[in-house]
């Protein structure tokens, strides 16, 4: 039994919860979006205090179960220069690719909708003011429960950018499970504010 074990069991437990309570406010459609309206202005907030605004910035296309309406991204990109968006490579690896009004983007390999323009590696990020990413959990020392492929961990993995993860008010967590090689975020985004961890 590798060291890692204890940490991935009790990574896997939090996720089903989690996920659980994702998939039923979902279906309460009215909260959903209240919660998500109240996400994109305390984002923007968040953009403010970082100096992020007018820089070019990292966000995500969030799917029906994650926090942040449909058009989360193409909200950020009136105060941020250029939105990057990620893509998810069979290699385990994301690339980046500019949000672009023009671009109804394509399914991913998660589900998700990707962009379909140029193609940057996870180097672009460096360019970035503030990386907004997506998040099961995250405990109030910035650890942050991912769904568990490691793509954003090798993404942030030796940034010097601030990482603002976006989660509901009962995602934050007394504590994330954590292995050496999960990147902790400097700021928590809610439907009730934002704050630096």
């Not at 296309?61 to 998810?88: H, K, M, Q, Y």
């Amino acid at each position: 039994m590798s060291q890692s074990t204890p940490a991935v069991n009790a990574k896997d437990a939090l996720r089903r919860a989690h996920l659980s309570t994702r998939r039923e406010l979902a279906a309460d459609t009215a909260r959903k979006r209240s919660l998500d309206e109240a996400i994109v202005s305390h984002t923007l907030a968040c953009l403010r205090e970082t100096n992020a605004v007018g820089t070019n910035i990292a966000a995500y296309n969030p799917l029906a179960t994650e926090p942040g309406p449909a058009d989360f991204a193409t909200r950020l990109t009136g105060p941020a220069r250029t939105v990057f968006l990620p893509i998810s490579l069979s290699s385990g690896e994301l690339a980046w690719s500019p949000a672009a009004a023009d671009d109804a983007g394509a399914a991913g390999a998660l589900g998700v909708v990707e962009p379909t323009g140029a193609r940057f590696t996870s180097q672009v990020l460096r360019s970035c003011g503030l990386i907004v990413a997506p998040a099961l959990a995250v405990d109030r020392g910035g650890m942050r429960l991912g769904k568990g492929k490691g793509y954003y961990d090798r993404a942030l993995a030796g940034l010097d950018v601030p990482v603002a993860a976006v989660v509901y008010d009962e995602d934050i967590v007394d504590a994330v499970p954590c292995d050496d090689h999960d990147q902790p975020v400097d700021y928590i985004i809610t439907p009730s504010g934002f704050f630096r961890v």
